[in-house]
């Protein structure tokens, strides 16, 4: 694996699947396959799952890891081509990202949507540059657009929790007081249209996702409808997409929170959210605290969801 920024890296789903389940069952197996070996980890972005996780990923795999949050203590960085730098950011992505793949041999990066301008999100702007001028192999831990190893570990974690061959899926939105980026929505349907899984996604109208996402997903506007007999809910609030409220908040409305009655529409299923979740905006205590919860487990699959991706990345350098 030379990238990984979506579900066409990882190969065939059902491999995938099954080198994480071996991976989980004996995580130290390849401890010596990144000796002397350096991970980069860059922050644009705040983050604690991401971060724990993919470093002790790496520290299975034997790998060193440097981690730089861009926002404490590196140059603010400038990322327009042509810019004259008379403003606050004393550097350019341009020289700061092949320097940065000087001191390592893979790189993850953090870098959320910045929600004003849908063409530079949708084009990958920070990433893409990352991947032409590092040098180095290069992995996301959310873009602008896809969040491919919380995705991962999200599939990992309904393989392990299913009790029927094709479960039904429904993901759901949620209130949330700020506007947030549509990369784990996106990336988890990306994810889901390649299973043979039941999809569903249910939305108020206006927060319709890219339809390169959607896919072939069922769209239903009527969350209790949209979750009847689901085996699976997964929450998560994201902002606008349609033109022209690119990147706001439309409603925060908590009749789309997770409760347990709406959970009691469902075929006893397992709540899943990507975390941080807001409680009482996007599900209750009780729902997320009910033993049919499993956004713990879920949050410990991020790091078998690392550990194959950088255990392929290792073993192509
Ligand atoms: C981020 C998001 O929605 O993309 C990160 C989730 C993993 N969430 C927040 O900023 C709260
Ligand atoms: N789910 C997730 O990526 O969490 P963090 O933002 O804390 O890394």
Redesign the pocket.
Known sequence: MKHFTNVHDIGPLDAAIKEALELKADRFAFSDLGRNKTLMMIFFNS?????LSTQKAALNLGMNVIVLDINQGAWKLETERGVIMDGDRPEHLLEAIPVMGCYCDIIGVRSFAGLKDKAEDYEERVISQFIKYSGRPVFSM?AATR?PL?SFADLITIEEYKTKERPKVVMTWAPHPKALPQAVPNSFAEWMNATDYEFVITHPEGYELAPEFVGNARVEYDQKKALEDADFVYAKNWSAYADPNYGKVLSTDRAWTVDSEKMGLTDNAFFMH???VRRNMIVTDDVIESERSIVIPEAANREISAQVVLKNMLKSL
């Open positions: 983050s604690l799952r991401t971060r959310e969040h919380q990507c975390l941080p």
